[in-house]
């Protein structure tokens, strides 16, 4: 199974595996899924980086690519399809990178793997 990650999901990973269920770590370790981080969620960590609100050991253009190698991570890119899915979107969620993770979940029929209950809003398939 294809699991495309939300950002914190993610950053949960390697910093507070804790706050993660049970059932999601044990997704997260199956050899036969494979786990996705979408170009949104590093361009988030970038801005939230910069602006003092992601602390993170180092910049992310320095923590992040060595993190996806090591846990086997693929990087999901940004396609036209995707930012064009955004728009047909309903307006459950307002934060744009939340939406085009729904908008790449959907049209790349990847499962989302979130906490953020307003995922569920939309017609995706969540853990």
């Given amino acids: 199974m294809n699991l495309l ?3 914190h999901v993610w950053l949960w990973m390697g910093l507070a595996p804790g706050k993660l269920a049970q ?5 997260l370790a199956d050899l036969g899924n494979t786990l996705w981080l979408s170009a949104a969620s590093t361009w988030e960590m970038a801005i939230k980086y910069s602006l003092g609100r992601l602390p993170l050991p180092m910049p992310p253009a320095e923590y992040v690519p060595p993190r996806l190698i090591r846990d ?3 990087l999901l890119p940004i ?6 899915r955004v728009g047909s979107l309903p307006h ?3 934060d744009p990178f ?3 993770l729904v908008a790449q979940a959907l049209s790349e029929k990847f499962r989302l793997v979130s906490v953020d209950a307003a995922m ?3 017609d995706v398939e969540t853990l």
């Fill in 92 to 94: 459950h969620h307002r």
């Fill in 23 to 27: 059932e999601t770590q044990d997704a």
């Fill in 5 to 7: 990650l939300d950002t």
């Fill in 79 to 84: 396609t036209m399809e995707h930012t064009f």
């Fill in 98 to 100: 939340d939406r085009l």
């Fill in 120 to 122: 569920s809003a939309y």
């Fill in 72 to 74: 086997g991570v693929q």
